[in-house]
């Protein structure tokens, strides 16, 4: 279970709930009642709360994250909404949630700004932070057509900056770390990446007949070389393919790092604060 790795590390955990398809279309396709949407959503975040009574401890801080996912098919957006369906469509689901222990929402595998800037419009109508994890496609670009950049522009300037941070999810990180540029502000505000453990396309993921589950070892190295690029980055994990020990592999190999730019960044900090005094 992820919760011994964290424990193991001593590391924080964000558990994440099994929600990300409980709004009331997707429930709808597999014959449940628009009623059964809060039922749903409320136990899978107790469930993650019984969870966090057992393993929580000061070492090991739990978060509790509920999911949401896109209306619509992740990898083709076939139909788009506008802002207002958006934010009117995930207003139930963020709603429900709103009133439960969760901590945060994270919509992931989002792929085109109005959806996400809907979602994260509905979650600041009820005072919940909200995370927005973009899907980066082989070709650096969300299925919809936007760049990264583009798509955490548009939706930081639609909002007001509302999303606590941006994150991306759903396909390797070699996809997508050659066009993160350090020092630029839309890069600065991803502070997440939670990747696939394969290297294929979604196409070719689409057609698979079985798990393609990668190197867990090089799946960490590149998730290291990813901290050398993004300053903010310090919430880490796996997607689809991935399990326990990818988890502990970038535990194994990310903490180091991590660790030691930390403490050079505090250093720098201080000198900055010491000559300025001065």
Known sequence: MFANVARKYDVGLILESPTWRASPDWMRKIG????????????????????????????????????????????????KMSIEEAQAYHATQIGIISQTNADMITALAINYPEEAIGIAKAAKAVSIPVVISFIVGANDRL??????KEAIETVDNATQNSPIYYMINCTHPSNFEHVLIPGEAWVSRIHSVKG?????????????????????????????????KLKNLNVIGGCCGTDCRHVEEICKVC??????????RHKEIESKTSTTND
Do not use: W
């Open 196 to 228: 696939n453990a394969s290297k294929k396309s979604h196409a070719e993921l689409e057609k698979s007949k079985e798990l393609d589950s990668g190197n867990p070892i090089e799946f960490a190295e590149h998730n290291r070389a990813l901290l050398y």
């Open 255 to 264: 903490l180091n790092t991590f660790n030691q730019m930390k403490n050079s």
């Open 32 to 79: 449940y009642a628009d009623q059964d949407v809060a039922t749903v959503n409320r136990k899978a975040i107790e469930l993650l709360c019984d969870i966090r009574k057992e393993y929580e401890t000061e070492n090991c801080p739990i978060v509790i994250n509920a999911c949401v996912g896109p209306r619509g098919d992740a990898y083709n957006p076939t139909t």
């Open 143 to 148: 299925p919809a057509g936007h760049t990264l």
